[in-house]
């Protein structure tokens, strides 16, 4: 499943918040269901809120590191995070992962990746 949402520009950090409850409900999946969640960590700030507003355990969120650790690459930021996130359903054989990201203007994405391994 896909979901990209608009939220108010003002506060376009926060599309994560509302884009993964989006493709959760699209997909009948909850935040319980998910192995892994890579939300990418355009703002400290902006990440530790939309974190919190949607209750994503810490030992399931960028187990790898997110854009802080790694790096935030404009324009490939979903790239990043599906190249951080299939090796590592891989290896600890996750069965459900969640992408999501903010977009600049007042928008959010979230995807829904199953490993059918």
Known sequence: GFSAVGVPPEIMGIGPAAAIPAVLAQTGLKVDDIDIFEVNEAFASQ?????????????KLNPKGGAIALGHP????????????????????????VVSMCIGGGMGAAGVIVNEQ
């Open 47 to 59: 990440a530790t809120y939309c974190v919190h507003k949607l209750k994503i355990p810490g030992a």
């Open 74 to 97: 404009l324009g490939c930021t979903g790239a990043r995070q599906i190249a951080t996130l299939l090796p590592e359903m891989k290896r600890t054989k996750a069965k459900l992962g």
